[in-house]
């Protein structure tokens, strides 16, 4: 499964979108794209998941680049309980393992 | 979706003693998987454990250390053997959710701290 990259922390005022980024450059043609979160102490919880074309459902959205090589998680209004460590994975569809990188450390501010 | 619980929810276990942790699935599933997640770390995956045969580690991974069993489609048994300090961590058991290359479900976990 590709590499993915994801900043360490980042924070978002209550009420705003939050944008989380991810690079998969090294991405193939039959991967997908899928995010999970972790709230502190819980399992992951999956949010979504895309292969080109965007997606959205009740949680968030999910854009991804033309080339595949990028793509952001958007929570369209951030509230306290969307703090949490967002994991950006990628992986071919029907391989049930995930790998997970070291996530993104969502902090939601009131 | 698919509702996973797990036994126990945490734990302190004596160094050099074992602990069985179990994982109870609402719905049957072909593959049920193990993962760790040590002190501020991120999830690394054990192994994955298949009705009916072996289960299969991860490199770093030894059944000696982490037997597991899978007596049934809806449970799953993972064993930390001869523990030590350093096997202080969240033990997750996950599995895949209905249609292949959909959502895994996660338990909540088993914290277990070793002294």
């Known amino acids: 499964d590709a590499k993915t990259t994801q900043p360490p922390s980042m924070d978002c005022a209550e009420g705003r979108a939050a944008n989380l980024p991810c690079n998969h450059s090294t991405i193939s043609g039959n991967e997908y794209v899928y995010w999970y979160r972790q709230i502190h102490s819980q399992g992951p919880q999956y949010i979504i998941h895309g292969l080109k074309n965007n997606e959205t459902n009740e949680m968030a959205s999910l854009i991804i680049t033309e080339d595949r090589k990028s793509s952001t998680l958007i929570l369209p209004h951030a509230t306290l309980r969307d703090t949490a460590v967002y994991y950006c994975?990628?992986?071919?569809?029907?391989?049930?393992?995930?790998?997970f990188g070291t996530g993104t450390r969502l902090t939601i501010i009131p | 979706s698919a509702v996973i619980s797990q036994k126990p929810s945490r734990d302190i276990c004596q160094r050099g003693t074992s602990l069985t942790i179990q994982c109870q699935v609402d719905s049957q599933v072909t593959m049920m998987f193990w993962y760790r997640q040590q002190p501020g770390q991120s999830l690394t995956l054990i192994a994955t454990?298949?009705?009916?045969?072996?289960?299969?580690?991860e490199s770093g991974f030894v059944i000696d250390k982490f037997p597991i069993s899978r007596p049934n489609l809806t449970f799953s048994t993972l064993t930390v053997s001869n523990m030590s300090p350093e096997d202080s961590s969240i033990y997750l058991c996950?599995?895949?959710?209905?249609?292949?290359?959909?959502?895994?479900?996660f338990g909540q976990g088993t914290r277990l701290t070793v002294v």
């Open positions: 996950s599995v895949e959710g209905r249609g292949r290359g959909t959502e895994a479900f």
């Open positions: 994975i990628v992986r071919v569809f029907g391989n049930e393992k995930l790998t």
């Open positions: 454990a298949n009705q009916g045969s072996e289960a299969t580690y």
